[in-house]
Nanobody
Framework: QVQLVESGGGEVQPGGSLRLSCAAS????????MSWFRQAPGKGLEWVSY????????DYADSVKGRFAISRDTAKNTLYLQMNSLKPEDTAVYYC???????????????????WGQGTQVTVSP
């Protein structure tokens, strides 16, 4: 069965860095675009970043552009999110998600994704 397992979260000071990983199994990882979402305390789910199935196309929410970098390693069936210059407002549970086949370019809503990981907590505080 499809499984997505995030890791790499933790507590970091403002300005620090973390790298999240999402280990994928149960499907052909290289055939699917993937996304990262996050949910801050008391807020709704927010799309963070997207990467195409081949890794050649990426996109970011304005709130993280220039600070976060998404990547994927097909040989390891793993998705990554490198987070630099972290801010307190980046505090959230981060989820990786598989984007449905056939979704239009730029699809970033929750309903455009069919499988989700369990999430990993990122806390940015002094």
């Amino acid at each position: 069965q499809v499984q997505l397992v995030e890791s790499g979260g933790g507590e970091v000071q403002p300005g620090g860095s973390l790298r999240l990983s999402c280990a994928a199994s149960g499907f052909t990882f290289s055939a699917y675009a993937m996304s990262w979402f996050r949910q801050a305390p008391g807020k709704g789910l927010e799309w963070v970043s997207y990467i195409s199935s081949g890794g050649g196309s990426t996109d970011y929410a304005d709130s993280v552009k220039g600070r976060f970098a998404i990547s994927r390693d097909t040989a390891k069936n793993t998705l990554y999110l490198q987070m630099n210059s972290l801010k307190p407002e980046d505090t959230a549970v981060y989820y990786c998600a598989r984007r449905k086949r056939g979704t239009v370019r730029g699809a970033t809503s929750e309903s455009d994704h069919d499988y989700w990981g369990q999430g990993t907590q990122v806390t940015v505080s002094p």
